[in-house]
């Protein structure tokens, strides 16, 4: 296996330094690149299925994605001089939408009711053809995103899409659910103040 580190590089490099790697292993095997943005995994994407490669991309953290190529027996290789393009350009720039929840139920009145109403809200942000680039929990709302929660495969479905999910530390330690956080990471008030004022749309149930 090789891998390669193009996290920081401008497109068309990550292609470039993966096309490369590919060569240097010059037959069947696996070629993992790291980059920061979804442009990149994208066009490496492409690339790969052009080629006729596995492909598999993962998320392992804010601004960092890894691309691993399977290249089997009697794959295509990419040739020395060959053209180099970036396959996907970046558009104009996604509203930033940031969502908040701050308890288990949705709405007053009844509890039952209102467990049953956020866990549909939360199913229904997953369904939305832009879903928010953060999901914030805090107070009650951090349950939400911990062992138990009728929610989390709807999270881990957002969170596998590219959506961050942060619940508040200091929430998780009041209710004691620290280690029974399910999805996404643990965040502070500060990250949150600074998610919620960079945002271009708040979404609050």
């Known amino acids: 296996m090789i891998q390669v580190n193009a996290i920081g590089d401008a497109c068309p490099i990550p292609v ?9 292993l010059a037959g069947p095997g696996i070629v993992e690149t790291l980059v920061d943005n979804e442009i990149a995994v994208q066009n490496l994407t492409k690339m790969a299925n052009q080629k006729g490669y596995g492909v598999k991309s993962e998320k392992l953290g804010e601004n960092q994605y890894k691309v691993a190529m399977t290249i089997g027996e009697g794959a295509e290789i990419p040739e020395e001089n ?3 393009a970036c396959l996907v350009q970046p558009g104009p720039r996604k509203k930033k939408i940031v969502a908040v929840i701050s308890s288990s139920e949705m709405g007053g009145g009844s509890e039952e009711l209102g467990k049953a109403l956020m866990k549909g809200f939360i199913y ?10 953060t999901i914030l929990f805090y107070n009650g709302g951090a349950a939400m ?9 709807d999270l881990k479905s957002m969170e596998a899409q ?10 998780l330690d009041f209710y004691h659910l620290k280690e029974k956080l399910q999805v996404g990471e643990v965040t502070n008030m500060y990250v949150i103040v600074e998610k919620m004022t960079g945002a271009d749309l708040i979404v609050k149930p």
């Open 16 to 24: 470039v330094k993966t096309k490369n790697a590919i060569r240097e």
């Open 82 to 84: 060959e053209a180099e």
């Open 124 to 133: 229904a942000l997953g369904q939305q053809d832009v879903l928010p680039e």
């Open 145 to 153: 995103s911990c062992e138990g929660s009728p929610a989390l495969e």
């Open 162 to 171: 590219g959506v961050e999910i942060l619940t508040c530390g200091t929430c």
